[in-house]
């Protein structure tokens, strides 16, 4: 009895050992092969030679999220520009995007399917959590709303993508460390770093050095000696960060819905923004109000004998230089005509042609009679006094006026129906036939040879005499092409699903800039012109081969009868690309503030406002009375 209780004692106790002494050898065996193997492999060289150019090792540490294996996507860079982010392409295309403060990289998924499975994780509706909700909780849990990010393996890839695609990534370092801040931060914010006091404390020490390295540096020339030694530190700290998580498809997932979360949030912001600047760009400012009041008013005043100009012998000689210019606004008009005839070597050879509306009349004279050009003859109309110009000869006048495109105008843009792109359609400037006049020069000038057209956007640089002496070889306009944009292409403003425009005109042909013009009356009136214009705008009467504006019936009517000539003539985008080259400017004869953000609104680009204001003479009293400053 006592041997089979000794038998039985000895069996437990074996088993005992075995149950608690074999998990430990077996862990401890397993932790020393995992500690040669990341010896053997480099891990530390490897983590501190990450950089440009480098060969990036699959990540095997985090389990896959799909079972069949998958190729890297090709990554696409659009650097420094969020204005060029397109939401509606990403969502056509099913992009998932990573962004940081200074640029975008959009990669396209492989599956359409991995994506919706991806986001089927999100917990459902039976769970109780929707998943706006879990968006929601997941952005507040977050330490930084901005950092986000599609897992560090992309991130990790960024250069290796911009060698493969060949596409300029400059200032790479000052991008590396912003975007090593942002992921730091989302790491301090994740459970499995939480509950490591040690290395929240090295974490947050690599994020002040970074900050200091990286100050206000905006390019790798402003870094300081030691930014790539603390660019390395910190490589090293998020690798051995990603081994601390404990649930790395759960953080992979909370990114996910973060993206969502960003992407729709981008969208809103995307659409009141440009709500907001088709609104600023239509209202008028109190000084520009004010101005036209205070010179109408003072026109009045005037005895008749003054209200008339000097000069009239000149307005129909065709040895001299002569300019149209169309404008309802005073103060650019002002602007086009001192610019012009300050630069100009023999300025009392130029001849300006101003026309204006009935409710600015008055002012516009009143403005040139008290501050008449240097020696160049004016000449201001009222465009009602053209009376040939009426709704039974011009067809765009007899749509302007049509109750279907008041109601585009002021009703039909409330409708939620309507997308963002036709809103700057609807600028009340394409209801007036002011903008419409250029398609009638040879009418209006009938003595005349060749007339240069200029916008009331505008600023000139340099003598334009130079233009007439353009050969025209037989073609009626002189126009700056702009081939070099994609944007300025026929497609982009013709409708090419409409048979009538597929069959005439070529999707790819080149745009040009209307704003600076040359024409020749002459071979306009034998080409009968005006007449081709008239058939398109009769064809367009719905509005179903173009939207509104003046370039789009441009492009169509002088088809084929335009001559290229130098582009330094005429440099636009200085009304919405804060990008243009200021050495372009500078050379430029004509420079173009095309665009919403014109210099005499609050929202113009600062940075050109300085080439439109150095022509105003903000001491003169009827601004100063308007309190109109630079």
Not at 315 to 338: C, G, I, K, Q, R
Request: hydrophobic share 40%.
């Amino acid at each position: 009895m006592k041997i089979a209780t000794m038998i039985r004692r000895k069996v437990v106790v074996f088993l005992l050992c075995a149950s608690v002494l074999a998990p430990i050898v077996f862990y401890t065996d397993r932790l020393s092969i995992g500690s040669n193997s990341i010896v053997n492999n480099g891990f530390g060289n490897q983590v501190s030679n990450l950089g440009t150019g480098m060969e990036i090792t699959k990540l095997n540490v985090v389990k896959q999220e799909v079972t069949n294996p998958v190729k890297e996507p090709i990554g696409v860079v659009l650097a420094d520009n969020l204005s060029n982010f397109s939401q509606d392409s990403v969502q056509k295309n099913n992009e998932a995007a990573e962004f940081n403060e200074r640029g975008l990289i959009l990669t396209k998924p492989v599956e359409l399917e991995h994506k919706n499975r991806v986001l089927s994780e999100v917990p459902d509706r039976e769970n109780g959590l929707k998943a706006e909700a879990f968006i929601e909780q997941v952005t507040q849990n977050a330490a930084s709303k901005d950092a986000l990010s599609l897992g560090e393996a992309k991130a990790e890839k960024r250069p290796a993508l911009v060698q493969a695609n060949k596409v300029p990534l400059p200032d790479l370092r000052v991008r590396q460390m912003k975007d090593q801040l942002i992921r730091a931060r989302v790491y301090l914010d994740l459970s499995g770093t939480r509950t490591n006091a040690h290395y929240v404390k090295e974490l947050r020490l690599r994020i002040r050095d970074v900050q200091r390295a990286l100050g206000e540096a905006t390019k790798d020339s402003d870094l300081p000696r030691n930014a790539n030694d603390k660019l390395k530190a910190m490589e090293q700290t998020l690798a051995r960060g990603k081994q601390i998580q404990e649930d790395c498809a759960g953080t992979v997932k909370k990114l996910r819905a973060m993206l969502h979360s960003a992407e729709e949030l981008l969208h809103v912001h995307k659409k009141q923004t440009l709500f907001l600047t088709q609104l600023a760009a239509k209202t008028l400012p109190k000084g520009l109000h004010c101005f036209p009041l205070k010179l109408s008013s003072e026109y009045y005043n005037l005895e008749p004998a003054k209200r008339e100009f000097g000069n009239k012998e000149k307005l129909e000689d065709p040895s001299l230089y002569h300019y149209a210019l169309f404008s309802d606004n005073v103060l650019a008009t002002a602007v086009v005509v001192n610019s012009t005839v300050t630069n100009a070597k023999h300025p009392g050879d130029h001849v300006f042609h101003i026309v204006t509306d009935r409710l600015n009349y008055p002012a516009m004279r009143m403005w040139f009679l008290a501050n008449p050009p240097r020696h160049a003859t004016i000449q201001v109309q009222n465009i009602e006094d053209f009376t040939w110009l009426n709704a039974s000869y011009s067809p765009v006048l007899k749509q302007l006026s049509s109750q279907s495109m008041i109601d585009y105008y002021f009703r039909a843009h409330k409708s939620a129906s309507n997308s963002d792109s036709n809103l700057k359609y609807r600028n009340p400037k394409y209801l007036s036939i002011l903008n419409h006049l250029r398609f009638y020069l040879p009418q209006m000038f009938p003595k005349l040879k060749k007339v240069v057209f200029l916008d009331d956007d505008i600023v000139v640089q340099k003598d334009l005499t130079g233009l007439w002496k353009i050969d025209m070889k037989g073609k009626v306009i002189g126009v700056v092409e702009t081939c070099g944009e994609s944007f300025h292409r026929f497609d982009r403003y013709l409708n090419f699903s409409n048979p009538i425009i597929a069959k005439k005109f070529e999707p790819r042909a080149c745009g040009w800039a209307f704003g600076m013009n040359l024409f020749d009356l002459d071979v306009w009136r034998q080409q009968n012109i005006t007449e081709i214009y008239h058939s398109w705008q009769n064809l367009n009467e719905d509005r179903l081969l173009w939207k509104l504006g003046t370039l789009p019936p441009g492009l169509i009517t002088f088809y084929n009868q335009t001559i290229a000539i130098d582009r330094w003539w005429h440099v636009l985008g200085l009304g919405y690309n804060p990008h243009v080259n200021t050495r372009d400017i500078e050379r430029a004869a004509v420079i173009h503030y095309n665009g919403n953000l014109k210099p005499w609104l609050e929202i113009g680009l600062p940075r050109y406002r300085g080439y439109w204001s150095m022509y105003v003479d903000y001491d003169q009293m009827f601004l100063r009375e308007c309190n109109i400053n630079p």
